[in-house]
């Protein structure tokens, strides 16, 4: 019998998934979550526009009122669901705290979980495009570290790598942490991690390196939560050409003794076309992969950066 692989759970705003559940009755069915991201995750949905009683068709609502404390009315009726909506998103936010997701897709625009440029109506009439969706404001509030997207925003091809990046990597990070840890497996943690944090940042990497080597200062729940912190600050920086670029030289320094004249004339110039953007990243990858393999260079072998996501997602395979 085949072995059925193993996903990640993921949150999500219902409407995505194909069910019909929004003020009109309709969906926001979004194929590449369901058919592509479906593979790896898997989703726990939640509208709670619905969860608290509003019904499927209903009255549309909106925030109004100061962006830093909006009410949640009726667009018509005025009637205010408010002190509903933040009750119940810290109730069901609090299960994930409890029963850990891995990271978060939320419905844009929404009054409830837009992640950022919802509408606010003021004294006006007129919107402000400076708000949060009151059930997705709580889900940031009490799960600071979770990678959360809008569905809208992975269109954009480095922000939906940059997601997916951090869900496998949170995901890996929830592992480690999940029990009692040991120092040894932080530390081993953070090595295979090396590389993938240096292309998101050189700087944040190194801070993080000085955090793992003043280890023996903090208690096990104080690192958890500073590394945590940084980690995931760390990978929340978008990864550049010429962030990777360093990278991939970093790597083959561990090749040029091992490496032909003519392999490592064939390497330099496939990252010489990355860095002109002449090939995808993929392409100096595999590369250095088949090399690393061939030679049994272990140490770099087993870094994150060369496998951070499935290969199937194909997130590497745009120029």
Known sequence: ???????????????????????????????YITDILGEFFEFVPVCPEVAIGMGTPREAVRLQGEVSAPR???????????????????????????????????????????MERVRVYGNTGMPTRHGRGLYAAELLKQLPFLPVEEEGRLNDVKLRENFIVRVFAYHRLQNLFNENYSRAELVRFHTVHKYLLLAHSPERYKKLGQLVADLKKYSPAQMREA?????????????TTSKNVNVLQHILG???????????????????????????????VTLLKHYLNKYEIIYIRDQVYLNPHPKELMLRNHV
């Open 1 to 31: 019998m085949k072995k059925e692989k193993m996903r990640i759970k993921v949150g999500i705003s219902t409407c995505l998934l194909g069910q019909r559940v929004r003020f009109d009755g309709g969906h926001k069915h979004d194929r």
């Open 72 to 114: 949640l009315v009726g667009v018509k009726s005025g009637r205010d669901w408010t002190n509903r909506m933040n009750t119940y998103a810290r109730k069901r936010v609090q299960l994930f705290v409890n029963q850990p997701i891995s990271g978060y897709i939320l419905k844009k625009d929404s009054p409830s979980c837009g």
């Open 227 to 239: 590394y945590s912190r940084m980690f995931m600050e760390t990978l929340a920086f978008k990864t």
């Open 254 to 284: 561990f090749l040029k003794k091992h490496l032909t004249a003519l392999e490592k004339q064939d390497l330099l110039n496939v990252i010489n076309e990355y860095h002109r953007q002449l090939v995808p990243l993929i392409v100096p």
